[in-house]
């Protein structure tokens, strides 16, 4: 019995026709050439016989069935047929045969019905039941003599067989490999329940219960606040209720670990020693005397208190003046931990106060994350770039800032996340800035500011020669033996440094002091290292430097190499050009003037400040006393710069007639003002004293001194304004 799947409308319609005329009604069953077991997409006439195989099925319609795809044909074949003509063509009967039969009926039901004496039903009864693709159950189909047939048959069985044994094999091997992970995954279930028995372990829940139980009363025995204590205990009893796959429990648990994260009630102790703190500050800093006598009066107010909690404390300087390595060293002074994070750009208050705990990945903000971290609750936290904050639609961070530092509240801080008061008042704040404008008024306003000016031409030398060159020398390899005791192969003058910062690095700090070192550093290396390569023998195989360790073959090329000086003349060797060439670029007879209307003055900047020229010149032209006001004003000044250069010009107007009442030069003159490089943009009232200068340099045709500059802004009655902005 073999089933057939049809997919021609009109043949199943014919089929139907002569199976519902006679139940014993008969079909001849042939197989295409060059076709698949799978139903084709489209049906198409045989138009050949050559299409068909000649020998085929006369079978007898046992059943149909519709189905989605076209109607399931049930036969039951006969006896060989062979196709000998085509009286018409009709519609097609595309078919797919079956040859799985064996997992579709019983062979038990047949083996009855079959003679296994008889060869030619034996033959017919192994094919039929065999997986064999289509053109081999043909070529059975067409032999006739049946000793070739059961051959054919019996390599058809064989293969069979070999395959039905590899899928045994597989059955198998998948078998004894899931009862072995069923076997262990009982025998460890067997195993937990016995040590749970016994007492020798206990499940994930009991024992993280029991961890946070020791945890809590370590928190009794520091007499850890009492609110503090109550949420612990609460949270704590709220685990134990929780069932361990409940989604809550591991929300609890996190919230659990964090609360039991922050130290409660453990403080380090201050070391409040003045000698000790001036070494300290000595030892890593240059210069800077203010500073440090500000930090040492901090430290001797903490010790007559007992303590030096509730500061906070705000450095504003330019860049590399050593703001966050001062803030170290109090920390190190103080012995206590120090921990550092930067808020420049950061614009959600999440960071600060800490996210809800209803969101996903919530955890607690910066100052809780510190507490962690140090492991005590009265560390040296640092906030750097704190005059870099920003604001967004997540809110405004400068504003969750002020009760952080804020000596008042800080105290009682409550963390989003927490939702617990933590104290924070033991904690010192040390906060560094560039720009004191751009700090928030209030923020500021909590903050004891401390200004750092920068380092003049002296300190900058003794830095550079105390503790930058001898880094750089140890960074590059550079120092004999190691640091072993041996004298450096390397040294640079005072006067090549002095020459050093006058032309290539003039910045307030010493951040590009120390990468210039760097680089000169870096090309002497250089050098030896290739002198020391091209005077050596070459290698050969009984001796190379792969026996020598690295460490040894550094060694020996500084402790052979000859001692060098760096002095002013090597400067552009291995620095380059000066960047810096010239202190002005006015030039005078005698060297000791500027050309009349030319001011040198002081721009100020967060990086520190550079000197800027105010330039002024006249042109004859006749105008009534009525007429004032500066006639042209380039260098693309800001707004407050221009109400300025009008300011300066009427107190000099003002300031020449009552100096000189005969002087007609702004009644007769045009008067052109210009602030070089242009593609700069400037702004602040800070030039008004050498605007005012310029003018009246210019009005009485007395140059000013090359040497001189001035800041500062200019009143209508001439009265000198401290700086009070930047260009």
């Given at each position: 019995m073999s089933a057939f799947m049809v997919k021609d409308e009109a043949t199943i319609e014919k089929l139907k026709e002569a199976r519902d005329k006679d139940a014993n009604s008969y079909v001849g069953v042939f197989l295409r050439k060059n076709s698949s077991l799978e139903l084709p997409e489209k049906s198409d006439i045989i138009k050949d016989l050559n299409d068909i195989y000649s020998v085929g099925t006369f079978a007898q319609?046992?059943?149909?069935v519709k189905t989605d795809v076209g109607a399931q044909l049930i036969v039951l074949g006969h006896r060989r047929v062979s196709l000998l003509g085509i009286d018409a063509y009709g519609p097609p009967a595309l078919v797919k045969i079956n040859p799985l039969l064996q997992e579709q009926l019983h062979l038990s039901t047949w083996m009855g019905r079959i003679d296994l004496n008889n060869p030619y039903q034996l033959a017919d009864f192994a094919t039929a039941i065999s997986t064999a693709e289509g053109h081999e159950l043909q070529r059975v189909l067409e032999l006739e003599n049946i000793e070739e047939r059961l051959s054919v048959v019996l390599e058809l069985l064989v293969k069979d067989r070999e395959l039905a044994k590899l899928q045994k094999e597989i059955n198998q091997q998948v078998e004894e490999k899931m009862s072995k992970q069923q076997r262990e995954y009982f025998l460890r279930e067997q195993l937990k329940s016995i040590k749970k028995e016994l007492g020798m372990e206990k499940d994930g829940k009991e024992a993280l219960v029991e961890k946070f139980r020791g945890h809590l009363q370590s928190a009794r025995d520091r007499n850890v606040a009492a609110t503090a204590m109550t949420v612990l205990e609460e949270e704590l009893n709220k685990l134990e209720s929780l069932e361990k796959s409940s989604p809550e429990f591991n929300v609890t648990k996190a919230y659990l670990e964090?609360?039991?994260?922050?130290?409660?009630?453990?403080?380090?102790?201050?070391?409040?020693?003045?000698?000790?703190a001036r070494k300290v500050l000595d030892d890593d800093h240059y210069g800077l005397q203010e500073i440090k006598t500000r930090i040492l009066e901090f430290i001797a107010v903490g010790k007559l208190k007992g303590s030096v909690s509730g500061k906070i404390i705000c450095f504003i300087g330019p860049p590399g003046v050593g703001k966050t390595s001062i803030a170290k060293s109090i920390a190190k002074a103080l012995d206590r931990k120090f921990y550092r994070f930067s808020v420049g750009g950061l614009t959600d208050t999440a960071e600060i106060k800490g996210h809800r705990r209803t969101y996903i990945g919530a955890m607690p903000g910066k100052p809780i994350q510190c507490l962690k971290t140090t492991g005590v609750m009265n560390p040296l936290i640092l906030i750097d770039e704190i005059d870099k904050l920003g604001r967004s639609h997540n809110g405004d961070p400068a504003s969750a800032l002020l009760e952080l530092l804020d000596p008042n509240q800080n105290s009682n801080f409550i963390d989003h996340y927490l939702d617990t008061p933590v104290d924070f008042s033991n904690v010192l704040f040390v906060c560094t800035a560039n720009d004191e404008s751009t700090?928030?008024?209030?923020?500021?306003?909590?903050?004891?500011?401390?200004?750092?000016s920068g380092y003049d031409i002296p300190e900058k030398v003794a830095i550079a020669s105390q503790y930058l060159v001898p880094k750089s020398i140890k960074e590059a390899g550079l120092d004999a033996n190691n640091g072993e005791g041996s004298q450096n192969r390397l040294s640079i003058t005072n006067d090549a440094l002095e020459l050093l910062i006058k032309n290539y690095c003039r910045e307030s700090g010493v951040r590009s002091l120390e990468k210039m070192v760097d680089k000169i550093v870096r090309k002497i290396a250089f050098e030896l290292v290739g002198k020391f390569e091209d005077s050596a023998p070459k290698p050969t195989e009984a001796s190379s430097d792969a026996d020598q360790s690295p460490t040894e073959v550094g060694r020996a090329i500084v402790d052979s190499a000859p001692m060098v000086v760096v002095d002013t003349g090597d400067l552009e060797k291995y620095a380059g050009k000066p960047i810096f060439t010239e202190e002005t670029m006015y030039e005078s007879k005698d060297d000791h003037h500027f050309p009349p209307g030319i001011v040198m003055g002081l721009a100020w900047n967060p990086l520190g400040g550079s000197p800027i020229f105010i330039e002024t010149a006249a042109t004859s032209c006749a105008?009534?006393?009525?007429?004032?006001?500066?006639?042209?004003?380039?260098g693309q000044l800001g707004s407050v710069m221009r109400e300025s250069v009008n300011i300066a010009?009427?107190?000099?107007?003002?300031?020449?007639?009552?100096?000189?009442?005969?002087?007609?030069?702004?009644?007769?003159?045009q008067v052109h003002l210009h602030v070089p490089e242009g593609a700069i943009s400037k702004d602040g009232p800070s030039a008004g004293v050498a605007m005012t200068t310029s003018f009246v340099s210019l009005a009485l045709n007395q140059p000013v001194l090359p040497r001189v500059a001035m800041t500062g802004e200019i009143s209508l009655t001439g009265k000198v304004l401290p700086v009070g902005a930047r260009l």
């Open positions: 319609i046992q059943n149909i964090w609360l039991f994260a922050v130290p409660w009630g453990v403080f380090s102790q201050d070391i409040l020693n003045l000698q000790q700090i928030p008024g209030p923020l500021k306003d909590r903050m004891e500011v401390i200004r750092l105008f009534s006393e009525r007429d004032s006001g500066v006639h042209m004003v380039t010009y009427t107190y000099a107007r003002k300031f020449t007639k009552e100096f000189d009442a005969e002087n007609k030069f702004f009644n007769n003159n």
